[in-house]
């Protein structure tokens, strides 16, 4: 399994943990990229440990692809958990523009089978919110 640079430079911090507990005598300091040199890695693994360019390439490969695979996971697992939120916020929309339909088509009724009795409602509620601003600015 080939390594991909790029992919082992962004896990790094995560996998060189995993490289220090298969290799104990390797450091902190040994186990640095500088300026995204795996090669210089490498090199540096197997001057430490004595195994073979090959088994360390394809060790920080297969480390790389299940950290990858463990990532592509865990976005599966975001971009489920978003789609299902965003599921149910459709049917609880769709069930409160229902209930609203339902609300309006009643009071729509009401209206229009009492409308004296809706007008003068109306006028009341009219002339109380009237007479409380004018308290209010009066007051100031």
């Not at 911090?13 to 186990?31: F, N, S, Y």
């Not at 090959?54 to 592509?72: H, N, V």
């Amino acid at each position: 399994m080939a390594i991909n640079a790029q992919e082992l430079q962004g896990q790094w911090t995560k996998l060189r943990g995993q490289v220090k507990e298969k290799w104990g005598q390797l450091t902190d300091d040994d186990l640095q990229i500088h300026g995204g040199n795996i090669d210089q890695l490498v090199g540096k693994i197997q001057q430490k440990t004595g195994e073979g360019r090959e088994a360390i390439e394809k060790y920080l490969g297969e480390l790389t692809s299940q950290g990858s695979s463990a990532i592509a996971a865990a976005a599966g697992a975001v971009g489920n958990f978003a789609s299902q939120a965003g599921d149910r916020f459709r049917d609880q929309y769709g069930n409160l523009s229902d209930q609203a339909r339902e609300r309006l088509d009643a009071a729509s009724d009401v209206v229009r089978h009492n409308p004296t009795q809706s007008v003068a409602a109306a006028f009341g509620v009219g002339l109380v919110a009237g007479l409380v601003v004018g308290l209010a600015l009066r007051s100031r």
